[in-house]
């Protein structure tokens, strides 16, 4: 992409980003986790920062980026982790945004030493406890004047399309601003490219082409500007 001179609109503005996955320990040497690279959350929080917010950065686990210039990085592991940095930044925050892959579930116990297998015992069974959703909890504590932003990765199935469930997400979670991305068959975890749609809870619905992780995070920064300004 060729350098261009970004606008400073997000001046004044203190934004959050968290991004990454989460990981779940069973033992001290395994864990639940997922694909998240971090990318997408990484190329929001540097478009935020270029473009002049204050902006913390809350890193799950991710592939080895550099971190973006100028931002505030805060490392989790754990989804509970992740509630206690997100919720302490979101306190002064105008504008959160949930680009994490944050854990479901998380294994109801962790044991202290490594598990082992044994001829004379039955195999382990995993059971697993709810994790705290963060977005749903941003929302409910909302302060005046802030615009919370989720993401979702969505697969169509038997339930419905892809926007069919995006849109139930966004009305489930109370979010201002939910970006979907359309997953599956190698689309978007860990890939150069997301596209999918960028749906508000005013109803309106805007299609987001296939483009950079970059492109991604301006086109959301342009739709916060617009949605503060209104
Ligand atoms: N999220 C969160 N806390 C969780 C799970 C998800 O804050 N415990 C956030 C994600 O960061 C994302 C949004 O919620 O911004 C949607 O995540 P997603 O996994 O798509 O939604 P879920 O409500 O977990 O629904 P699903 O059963 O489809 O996974
Ligand atoms: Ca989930």
Sequence with gaps: EAPRALPRDLTGLRVVISAGGTREPLDPVRYLGNRSSGKQGFALARVAAQRGAAVTLVAGHTDALPPPA???LRRVSTALEMQAAVRAAAAEADVVVMA?????FRPASRADHKIKKSDDAPDP?????????ILAELVRERRAGQTVVGFAA???DEHGSVLDHARAKLRRKGADLLVVNAVGDGKAFGTEDNSGWLLAADGTEAPIPLGTKARLAATLWDAVVVLRSG
């Excluded at 069974?125 to 709810?130: A, F, G, I, P, S």
């Design 100 to 104: 994490a892959a944050v854990a479901d």
């Design 125 to 133: 069974v995993v059971t697993l406890d709810r994790n705290p959703d």
């Design 70 to 72: 100028g931002v505030t």
């Design 154 to 156: 969505e697969t169509g």
